[in-house]
């Protein structure tokens, strides 16, 4: 079975930083992309940010030029270094990875079970 285990969410400050981790375990062949979404209240989910394991990256209007997102293909953890946050950035974010289990099993996304991140003003 394969996992995904978001941390880092919080509390923080306008202005200020926090950096989410999402590391992926289990049966993992071959890890393809990985990617974080985030839900805001009462609005549906929306992609942040993207990351290709080439390390090609793609971002949110809203969130580029603040979000970096970065990988550590050999701990099959993906990283979101969010600065200059703001309150709008509120939401319970999520982590995605699409990947193969097996040499022989195509790719599929997972899902991690999502850490709130709060932003006050």
């Known amino acids: 079975q394969v996992q995904l285990v978001e941390s880092g969410g919080g509390l923080v400050q306008a202005g200020g930083s926090l950096r989410l981790s999402c590391a992926a375990s289990?049966?993992?062949?071959?890890?393809?992309?990985m990617s974080w979404y985030r839900q805001p209240p009462g609005k549906p989910r929306e992609l942040v940010a993207a990351i290709t394991r080439g390390g090609s990256t793609n971002y949110a209007d809203p969130v580029k030029g603040r979000f970096t997102i970065s990988t550590d293909n050999a701990k099959n953890t993906v990283y979101l270094q969010m600065d200059s946050l703001k309150p709008e950035d509120t939401a319970v974010y999520y982590c995605?990875?699409?990947?193969?289990?097996?040499?022989?099993?195509?790719?599929?996304?997972?899902w991690g079970q999502g850490t709130q991140v709060t932003v006050s003003s």
């Open positions: 289990g049966t993992i062949f071959r890890v393809f992309s």
């Open positions: 995605a990875a699409n990947l193969s289990p097996g040499i022989a099993t195509m790719a599929r996304d997972y």
